[in-house]
């Protein structure tokens, strides 16, 4: 089966960063062929952009998208660019197939984390699988946070949503904060300490996230020893990682059904999402 998700996301990677020129053929200077030869006779050298070309379509096959791609957008590019491009092909190629793997991800059924199925609301069967990725630090995640409340009260039957951990790089609160969110799920309590949680987005202490822990009624001396051995700490980076194969920069981030959508804050937004994505199943 032909995937064109796997032939664009290797070309926006490969570009990555690459201005982008007209193609020109790519020859070295022409040297003799042996005794009586001439300049003019001698064959060119392969382009950089030829070898660009006939490499995706030997890793993909010449009948792949992503060999067609090669056939429609390398002929545009020109010869350093090719180059640059090839410099970075593994690189970039891997990161094409981590992509789809991670969206693959999004819309599993299973939806686990390494210590069991992820946060959710709706039901497994639902024909809308939403993956929410958040920060409870983010004011911007704050601010999106009734998404959870909306989709309870009205589309339960239609949605599935599923809560993914993505903490800001560098912010020791917000992996704590990721990892005790966990521990509340893990007694069964995760949406009512996300409630309480976004609505103190800038304090996430340890103290604060005890407090927190009361406030939503949770076994407190299990959370803390949730926290003292950093139990869920590994849950917390493979959600993350997961993102960033995604290609998840910027929070919140939702995918509907795998497909990156921009955040429907309100909630007319969110039903044009919702009736989008129903539309697309049929």
Not at 41 to 54: G, K
Not at 73 to 89: E, G, K, T, V
Not at 148 to 162: F, Q
Request: charged share 20%; hydrophobic share 40%.
């Amino acid at each position: 089966m032909r995937n064109p998700a796997i032939a664009k996301v290797l070309f926006g990677l490969l570009s990555l960063g690459l201005s982008a020129t007209a193609c020109k053929p790519s020859r070295v200077a022409s040297q003799p062929t042996g005794s009586g030869g001439s300049p003019d006779s001698a064959a060119p050298a392969v382009s950089h952009c030829t070898v660009l070309h006939d490499q995706l379509c030997a890793q993909f096959g010449t009948a792949s998208d992503e060999c067609r791609m090669a056939d429609e957008q390398i002929r545009r590019l020109s010869p350093d660019r090719c180059l640059a491009m090839l410099s970075r092909y593994d690189e970039m190629a891997q990161a094409a197939v981590g992509f789809v793997e991670g969206r693959k991800a999004l819309i599993s059924p299973e939806q686990n984390t390494l210590h069991g199925p992820a946060p959710s609301i709706g039901t497994r069967g639902a024909p809308i699988t939403m993956v929410l990725f958040a920060d409870f630090d983010s004011p911007e995640c704050s601010r999106g946070s009734a998404l959870a409340t909306t989709i309870r009260n009205l589309y339960s039957d239609k949605v599935r949503l599923v809560f993914r951990q993505f903490p800001l790089s560098g912010n020791k609160d917000s992996h704590v904060a990721a990892e005790a969110s966990l521990a509340a799920h893990a007694q069964g309590k995760f949406w009512r300490y996300y409630d309480v949680m976004f609505g103190n987005e800038h304090m996430h202490s340890r103290a604060a996230l005890e407090r927190y822990a009361k406030e939503a009624g949770l076994d407190l001396p299990a959370l803390k020893k949730a926290l003292d051995t950093h139990a869920f700490a590994a849950d917390v980076d493979a959600d993350r990682e997961l993102g960033k194969k995604v290609n998840v920069s910027a929070l919140p981030a939702l995918f509907v059904n795998g497909k990156h959508v921009p955040f429907p804050y309100g909630a007319v937004e969110l039903s044009e999402v919702i009736e989008k994505a129903l539309a697309a199943k049929h």
